[in-house]
């Protein structure tokens, strides 16, 4: 992390007259962090960007990605008590944010693993400012990151394709786009992914579309012998609970903006070692 959005963190939760952390006698303390609950670990990067700003000392046994048990300790710390104070309600909010995202994510590619090799995506519904924690905590949960933004990949949504149609949209894409860049299509029916195909793009994307309906789209582009290297995903309003039935379907990707916005934030403290009672 950036010292700017260290900083930045750090004012929008001391403020300017800071009296809370400084009751305490400022002198070196042990404490730990630990979990109240079963998780998948992220965010260990993040905490030791602000326990290093602090200069206090943090060891961990645990990597993102790794299950952590109940009442496991993810980090144990030596530093000042005033420092350890300052950092404690930011790192704990980035952590039990990014490990309820890795938890859910774990989830839903475990679900889908069973069925088929899908990948499970994230989307750009993240929370603003905070994307590549979001995303960086979906890929500890195993799912992938999708697009960290507009650059990396060219895509034609249901807006353009109202204003231009497809054709003249993927025709714009190519004379702008990278060589590098792939070009993903959101499609609304079967006649539209098609069409997305025959014209060369590189992702399909069935959008808003029902187990179903999707499966039927699928029947369709195979019996079209459409390329190979073209991948279909598919995407819109998918929670965990739908993950059987569109990984039945044969789709490549599952994208789902729920990883982030639904996630529940796990139960993640911290505990002085000299005193019984948590701050």
Known sequence: ????????????????????????????????????????????????????????????????????????????????????LRTERIVLNFLGHLCGIATLTRRCVDA???????RVACTRKTTPGLRKYEKLAVVAGGGDPHRFNLSDTVMIKDNHVGMMGIEAALRSARQKAS????????????????????????????????????????????????????????????????????????VNVISMGSLVHQARWIDISLEFSSQKSKI
């Open 1 to 84: 992390m950036l010292i700017a959005d260290i900083e930045y963190f750090l004012e929008e939760d001391l403020g300017y007259n800071d009296i809370s952390c400084t009751l305490v006698p400022d002198r070196e303390v042990e404490a730990t962090i630990f979990t109240k609950e079963e998780c998948i670990l992220a965010g260990t990067d993040v905490a030791r960007s602000f326990f290093d700003y602090f200069g206090i000392s943090a060891m961990t046994t645990y990597a993102d990605g790794d299950r952590v048990p109940e009442g496991g300790i993810i980090f144990s710390l030596r530093g000042s008590s005033v420092s350890i």
């Open 112 to 118: 889908v693993a069973k069925i088929s090799d899908a």
């Open 179 to 250: 060589f590098t860049q792939k070009i993903e299509v959101e499609v609304e029916s079967t006649a539209d992914a098609l069409q997305a195909a025959a014209l060369g793009a590189d992702i399909i994307m069935l959008d808003n579309m029902g187990p179903h309906q999707v499966a039927e789209t699928m029947a369709c582009l195979r019996k079209a012998r459409i390329p190979g290297h073209i991948m279909i995903e598919v995407s819109g309003g998918i929670g965990p609970d739908d993950l059987a039935g569109y990984a039945s379907t044969g």
